[in-house]
C-alpha cells in the first residue's frame, strides 16, 4: 500500500532530551512538510522541504530541526529548546511544491 | 497576509439533518482552497478541493463545497449527514504560484446526534 507512515504513535519526552520523530512515505514525492497542531489553533507550519537534502524553516521552526538525506524519509527532531512540545505532530508530502498535500496519521508528544 | 477563519468552533447537528461548515478567507493573490477531514487521534483525509473550473467543488463522502471569488468563502455542505461524519474538518488555501505552505483555519468540530 502507497502511503505516509509515522512512528511512534505516542512518545514521551523528558525535561532536557531530544526525541526524533519519524516520517516516511513511499508515494514517491518530492515534497514533504511537518505540522504541529494544537487544540483550538489548526496546524502551523514547522518545516518543509521540497527535495532532497534542501528544506526550509516554516512559520514554528525555533526548537525543531530537520533532515532530508533520502527522498521518502523527512525526520523531525524536537529539541530540548522547545519549551512547550506537547502536541500532535503530522507529516504530510505533495508531488511537487505545488501539488495537494496528503497527510500521514500523527504523533502525539507528551513531555514527562 | 493570507489568513483563514472557521467560523464555527463546533457545529451539533441530528442524524440525517442538513449541515454548512463556515470558512472565509483573506488573500490579496488568487488562491487553491482545500478541505480536509480529521477523525479523533488520525491524520488528515482529503474531502475536496478547488483549483479552477466550476465553483461547486463534489467531494468524498457526499460533501461539496462552493467558492465565491465575490466574498472569499468556501463553505463546504452536506444534504444529509451520519454519525460516521463527526470528526473535525479544517479549511486550508493557498496561494496561486507560491509554493505549497498551506493556511489552515482553525477547525470545527462537527458532532452529529442520533
Known amino acids: ?112 | 497576509a493570507q489568513s483563514v477563519t472557521q467560523l464555527d468552533s463546533q457545529v451539533p447537528v441530528f442524524e440525517e439533518a442538513p449541515v454548512e461548515l463556515r470558512c472565509n478567507y483573506s488573500s490579496s493573490v488568487s488562491v487553491y482552497l482545500f478541505w480536509y477531514v480529521q477523525y479523533p487521534n488520525q491524520g488528515l483525509q482529503l474531502l475536496l478541493k478547488y483549483l479552477s473550473g466550476s465553483t461547486l467543488v463534489k467531494g468524498i463522502n457526499g460533501f461539496e463545497a462552493e467558492f465565491n471569488k465575490s466574498q472569499t468563502s468556501f463553505h463546504l455542505r452536506k444534504p444529509s449527514v451520519h454519525i460516521s461524519d463527526t470528526a473535525e474538518y479544517f479549511c486550508a488555501v493557498r496561494r496561486k504560484n507560491q509554493g505549497g505552505k498551506l493556511i489552515f483555519g482553525q477547525g470545527t468540530e462537527l458532532s452529529v446526534k442520533p
Open chain 1, 1 to 112: 500500500d502507497g502511503g505516509i507512515t509515522q512512528s511512534p504513535k505516542y512518545l514521551f519526552r523528558k525535561e532536557g532530551q531530544n526525541v526524533t520523530l519519524s516520517c516516511e512515505q513511499n508515494l514517491n514525492h518530492d515534497a514533504m512538510y511537518w505540522y504541529r497542531q494544537d487544540p483550538g489553533q489548526g496546524l502551523r507550519l514547522i518545516y518543509y522541504s521540497q527535495i532532497v537534502n534542501d528544506f526550509q524553516k516554516g512559520d514554528i521552526a525555533e526548537g525543531y530541526s530537520v533532515s532530508r538525506e533520502k527522498k521518502e524519509s523527512f525526520p523531525l527532531t524536537v529539541t530540548s529548546a522547545q519549551k512547550n512540545p506537547t502536541a500532535f505532530y503530522l507529516c504530510a508530502s505533495s508531488g511537487g511544491f505545488q501539488e495537494t498535500q496528503y497527510f500521514g496519521p500523527g504523533t502525539r508528544l507528551l513531555v514527562l
